[in-house]
């Protein structure tokens, strides 16, 4: 992805490899991209040659099957209470963007939070894992995710450990010479008595 398109675009809450990830894994290349699935079935729709044919492709289906847009596959419908209400920045590459990294910063902190808010990213593959499907789903242990309340927060806590850890390493300071350095050496005192070796002779 352009590293431009995710400085000015994405939402600053998700880290760049996570944006990247999420666009990998349920996303498109395309920002006039249009999916439609009806009763779980894809449905084969003519592929939009302009941002107007693509909301029209929309607009058709909106209301009788899921449909996602753009280089985020993001939900068309959500929010909506009916296709006039459609915004053209749905086929914008950097509104798109925009809306569906926010959208999935708030189902990847509801997946989360579900698994207790982990204080280590050894549990962030699984719940990417989670949060990818819950994406393409909608859906979370049952529940719509993108109708849920947003739990907010940041999706990972540092452990007591790791937050001690950082914050010793910022205090270390590397001495400015090592301790056999001449002028280490040159300054020393003396660190044996030898003024009882004249008295015992």
């Known amino acids: 992805m352009d590293a431009a398109l995710l400085a000015k675009c994405a939402?600053?809450?998700?880290?760049?490899?996570?944006?990247e990830?999420?666009?990998?894994?349920?996303?498109?290349v395309d920002p006039l991209a249009v999916t439609v699935t009806v009763d779980g079935r894809l449905v084969l729709v003519p592929k939009p040659?302009?941002?107007d044919e693509a909301l029209a492709i929309v607009r058709e289906y909106l209301g009788s099957g899921a449909v996602r847009v753009g280089i985020t596959q993001f939900p068309a419908g959500v929010g909506?209470?009916?296709?006039s209400q459609l915004q053209p920045g749905l086929v914008d590459a950097c509104e798109?963007?925009?809306?569906?990294?926010?959208?999935?910063?708030?189902?990847?902190r509801i997946v989360s939070n579900w698994y207790g808010r982990p204080r280590n990213n050894d549990a962030l593959p699984q719940i990417l894992d989670d949060a990818f499907d819950?994406?393409?789903t909608g859906y979370f242990e049952g529940k719509s995710v993108f109708r849920a309340q947003d739990p907010e927060g940041s999706v990972f806590q540092p452990s007591d450990a790791t937050a001690k850890?950082?914050?010793?390493?910022?205090?270390?300071q590397p001495s400015p010479e090592p301790w056999?350095?001449?002028?280490?050496?040159?300054?020393a005192g003396i660190r044996i008595d030898l003024s009882r070796i004249d008295g015992e002779k």
């Open 11 to 19: 939402d600053p809450s998700l880290s760049k490899a996570i944006v």
């Open 21 to 28: 990830q999420f666009v990998a894994a349920v996303g498109s």
């Open 49 to 51: 040659k302009s941002p």
């Open 80 to 83: 909506l209470k009916d296709a």
């Open 96 to 108: 798109n963007l925009r809306m569906g990294t926010a959208m999935f910063g708030r189902v990847l």
């Open 134 to 136: 819950a994406w393409r």
């Open 165 to 172: 850890s950082a914050d010793a390493s910022k205090d270390e």
């Open 180 to 187: 056999t350095s001449k002028s280490v050496l040159d300054n």
